[in-house]
Every structure is written in C-alpha cells, then in structure tokens.
C-alpha cells in the first residue's frame, strides 16, 4: 500500500509585497536619473508653455515617477512577452500619474482647473494624458532595449568563461595523459643502458640508475598533483639531463641557473620538460659535435622568465610549429590567458632559445 502526501498549498503573496514592488533594486543613482529625465522633459514643455516652471515641473515628475514605479513592479525584461507587459505598466502609471498632477495641483496646491471632475470634462488635459502616455512607453522601451542588450552580453561573457574553463580542464585531462605516460622510450631506453652498462661498467651503470631513480623520484609525484615548482621542474630536468649526458658521453654538456628564491615559484607541470627534450633531441643529437643546454630563470619585476638554450644545430624549417609547441602554446592560453608568453628564436652562428614568460605569483 503505497501512501501520497498531501499536497501543500500555494499561500499568496503579503499585499505589501505587491504594493511595494515597485521599489525593488531601487538606488538613489537611479532615483537621481529618473529625476534628471523628467526635469529635461519639463524644460522642453516649458519652452511652449506660458505658465510658470512648476507647473510642467510637476507634471512630469508625477508622471515619470509613476510610470517608473509600476515598470519596475512589473519588470518586464525578466519575463515573457516583455513589450505587451511594458505597454500596460506605463499605462497604469499614466493613469496614476495624471490623477497625482490633480492632487498635488488642486487637491493640495489649489491651482484652478485642477478639480478631480475636470480629469474628464477638459479635452486639453486628457491630451496631457496621451502626450505622458507616449513619452513614458518610449523612454522606458529606451532601458528595456538597453537592458537586453546588457543582459545578451553578460550571457555572452559568461558562456565564453565557461568555454575558457572547459579549455582548461581539457588542456588539464591532456597534461594528467601526458604525464602518466612518463616517455615509455625513453625509460625503456635507459633500463637498457643500464643494463648493458652493468655488465662492461657496474660503476657507471650505478651512475646511471641513481639518476633513473632522480628522475623517477621527480617525476612520478606530479602524477597526483596539478601544479608545480620551477625547482620541481628543474630537478626533473637535470635528472633527465643527467642520463642523457651518460648515454651521449661528452657529446652533450647542460648547465642550470636558477636563483633559489624562484625555486618556489609555481610552474606548469612537464612544460619545463619538454622545452629540454626538444633543446637535446632536435638542437644536440642531430649535431655530430653535440652541444650545450643550459637552463636559466630570472625575475625581471611582474614577470618570471624561464629559458633553455643549446648551441646545436638550430631551428629546423618545421621545428617551431610541431604539435608539442602547439600544445605547448595552448596550455599557456589555457592557463594565463594573455598574461604568459612564448618565444623560440634562432641564435647565430647556430643555436635556439626556448623562453617562457609567466606572471610572478609569489610563494
């Protein structure tokens, strides 16, 4: 047996709410500029009427104020058929606007002409009504464009940051793929290096695995981890380096000069990583002399500045446009927005330098 509960009831609104709708979101700015409006409307009545400024005065301030009042309770932009519900707040306060003229002038002032029966028996004051009628329906279809539009472009901005966020988590999902593969070849390459090394040189073979442990050591925590250190990064590339050097023998010499006060810096994981492996594989292998890396960082004030130089055998026709820079490119865009740069320039007589500008984020 299966029981409903009981439907609860819809208790309708307090009659203050709705009397005092009108007033929501309301700000003295807004006030000010409403009645800046119909004092500009009461200088140009004045131009062609004969009596004094009050008069226009106030009749537009009752009929602005009015007319702003129940479109604002009514708040047209944020529902459906905006122009139908605009058109029958502005007529409601014409009506309200043009029975507070006849209080504030006759009622309350004693301006003759201003009877509550001459509402209807004069023909020159009900065109006064049509005229505030008109005025009102046009000055606020004026802010219910602009809202919309208003309102279009925040949409906008908001749909572009929600793109820019699911960017970066892509460009994030990437760099956990890239990292988890930790270059298979590279490793497989290595353990048979050691392994070769260990049976005509167990010395340098113990070498060689202390710096496979380093790189390991450096490597695998950012596994779990979505940022970095510039020192995290700069100890996984000299243990990379490192081996390198051992299978290259003195065809590849490195240097590292980082100032420890940018070692705590925040860096983007494996970028640093693939700037080196790019210096060593495209710059110094392909050269029969070799070559060096070196690696530099400086603090140039707002601004970080990672480099890495080799004196190998320069840029390539195709190196520069590779999709590992592409990417590379990317994750920067994705990460700073216009705020990081990247740069990979030839150095003469040969050579290149990779460098990576970030904004400063102290520790």
């Not at 029969?288 to 004196?311: C, F, K, P, Q, Y």
């Not at 990417?327 to 460098?355: C, M, Q, S, V």
């Amino acid at each position: 047996m299966t029981t409903s509960a009981p439907t609860s009831t819809l208790r309708p609104s307090p009659w203050w709410t709705l009397a005092f709708a009108g007033f929501y979101g309301i700000s003295w700015q807004i006030v000010a500029l409403i009645l800046a409006i119909n004092s500009g409307y009461a200088a140009m009545m004045s131009i062609e009427d004969t009596r004094p400024f009050w008069h226009p005065f106030i009749t537009t301030q009752c009929f602005g104020l009015a007319i702003a009042y129940f479109v604002n309770a009514a708040a047209p932009w944020y529902k459906t058929r905006p122009l139908l519900r605009l058109a029958c707040a502005v007529a409601m306060g014409t009506a309200v606007g043009y029975f507070l003229v006849f209080l504030v002038k006759g009622a309350i002032i004693g301006e003759p002409g201003y009877r509550f029966v001459d509402m209807f028996s004069d023909s020159h004051k009900a065109y006064t009504l049509l005229s505030g009628f008109g005025n009102g329906l046009f000055v606020s279809l004026f802010f219910l464009i602009q809202f919309r539009e208003a309102r279009s472009r925040s949409e906008l901005l908001r749909a572009e940051a929600d793109r820019n966020l699911l960017s970066k988590q892509a460009i994030e999902a990437e760099l956990k793929l890239m990292q988890a593969q930790v270059e298979p070849h590279f490793l497989f390459n290595t353990l048979a290096s050691v392994q070769f090394l260990a049976e005509t040189d167990p010395p340098k073979a113990s070498l060689m695995l202390g710096h496979l442990i380093a790189y390991l050591r450096s490597a695998l925590p950012q596994l779990r981890s979505n940022s970095t250190t510039l020192g995290q990064e700069s100890a996984l590339a000299q243990a990379y380096l490192s081996i390198m050097q051992m299978r290259m023998g003195t065809r590849l010499r490195f240097a590292i000069d980082i100032p420890e006060e940018l070692r705590a810096h925040r860096f983007p994981p494996m970028l640093l990583m693939s700037l080196v492996e790019n210096a060593v594989r495209h710059g110094i292998e392909p050269q029969a002399d070799g070559g060096t890396v070196r690696l530099e960082a400086r603090r140039d004030g707002a601004r970080v500045t990672v480099s890495v130089i080799d004196d190998g055998r320069g840029l390539g026709a195709k190196i520069g446009n590779g999709v590992g820079l592409t990417n590379l490119r990317g994750r920067l865009a994705a990460l700073y927005a216009d705020k990081a740069r990247f740069t990979l320039e030839e150095i003469a007589p040969h050579g290149a330098r990779a460098t990576v500008e970030l904004p400063h984020e102290p520790a």
